[in-house]
Structures are given as C-alpha cells and as structure tokens.
C-alpha cells in the first residue's frame, strides 16, 4: 500500500503562485512515474502534469510555461510550481503514483488539496 499525502494548498490571488507538495510512503519510489491531475466543481478530474522515473515531464497544453513539476527521490515528494495563477486554475489537487513508471496508468492517489485562485 502506498500513501499519498499533498499539502501547500490555500488561496492565491490571479498572477499568484503556489507550491503543492505530495510524500510519498512507498519504499521504491524513485521508480515510479508522479503525476499530479485536478478537478474543478462539477468537472471532470484533468491531467496536469507527470514526471517519469527518469525525470521527463509533460503538462497539458492549459498549465504548460506556468507550472512545474519536480521530484526529489532522496525525500519521496514530488511537487508542484504554479505561477502566474489563473482563477481557472481553481481546483482540487490530487497527486497520482503509476507504478509502470510511465504514468499510462495510475495506482494510488492522494486525498487531494484545494487550491482557490481569486480575480
């Protein structure tokens, strides 16, 4: 079992930044793929980002130049940069573990932080 535990939520104001962080409890961690999605009300959970055992990352073309994704696997966490702020970027936060180390498919998954971008 895996525990998945995101902090750095809260509120920020439009052209704003925050910074999400996800520990991870899993002993092997460095080999797995992070990927960070949220869901807006009455929205689907969305992709965001992930990096990949090797350090490789991807964003949706909505984050891509505004957020960052990084990995520190000497500390299991994963986090997650998010400047210039949009209030569409008003979410819930939830950080994804995928054991292929790909990130093709998703096997645990945080309880999630909301984030609140005001205009």
């Known amino acids: 079992q895996v525990q998945l535990v995101e902090s750095g939520g809260g509120l920020a104001q439009a052209g704003g930044s925050l910074r999400l962080s996800c520990a991870a409890s899993r002993r092997t961690f460095s080999s797995d793929a992070m990927g960070w999605f949220r869901q807006a009300p009455g929205k689907e959970r969305e992709f965001v980002a992930v990096?990949?055992?090797?350090?490789?990352?991807y964003y949706a073309d909505s984050v891509k130049g505004r957020f960052t994704i990084s990995r520190d696997n000497a500390k299991n966490t994963v986090s997650l940069q998010m400047n210039s702020l949009k209030p569409e970027d008003t979410a819930v936060y939830y950080c994804?573990?995928?054991?292929?180390?790909?990130?093709?498919?998703?096997?645990?998954w945080g309880q999630g932080t909301q984030v609140t971008v005001s205009s």
């Open positions: 990096i990949n055992w090797s350090g490789n990352t």
């Open positions: 994804a573990a995928a054991l292929d180390g790909l990130g093709r498919k998703y096997d645990y």
